[in-house]
């Protein structure tokens, strides 16, 4: 049975979610300081099993980041993606109510920006707020 859990998930499940989508997996106490550091996130669940997992971070007034949106391979094109995302803009909705111009971004993943378009989401170049960049 699929279930949806609004929790802080282990260091083990995140880098067995990150290793199952292709990220491969990070320092345990790397990925314990993100996760302590979460805003809110979502677990989904087959029975106990964990299959998916999204997050938000950011300072909940002023700035958003979607974080992390991970569904295991054998799971993916079931909409899993799209209940952990709808869970999260129900989230941001509350933020929204302190500061309704609050800003949510997030980093789609090469290839599945159709995927967050159906959200909302729109490149920051159609909206003219220039390129977004990053800092290695």
């Not at 300072?59 to 952990?84: A, R």
């Not at 929204?96 to 378009?117: M, W």
């Amino acid at each position: 049975m699929i279930r949806i859990d609004e929790n802080k998930i282990s260091v083990n499940d995140f880098n067995y979610l990150t290793d199952r989508v292709g990220w491969g997996t990070r320092n345990e106490k790397v990925v314990e300081e993100a996760l302590n550091n979460t805003l809110y996130s979502v677990s989904i669940y087959d029975d106990n099993k964990i299959i998916g997992y999204g997050r938000i971070i950011g300072d909940k007034t002023i700035f958003l980041y979607i974080q992390d949106i991970m569904v295991i391979p054998e799971y993916q094109g079931q909409k899993i993606g799209t209940k952990i995302m709808n869970t999260l803009i129900k989230k941001i909705d509350e933020y929204q109510k302190v500061n309704p111009n609050i800003r949510t971004y997030l980093g789609a993943s090469k290839g599945k920006e159709k995927f967050y378009e159906k959200f909302g989401f729109k490149t920051r170049s159609s909206v003219d707020l220039g390129e977004g960049m990053i800092l290695f």
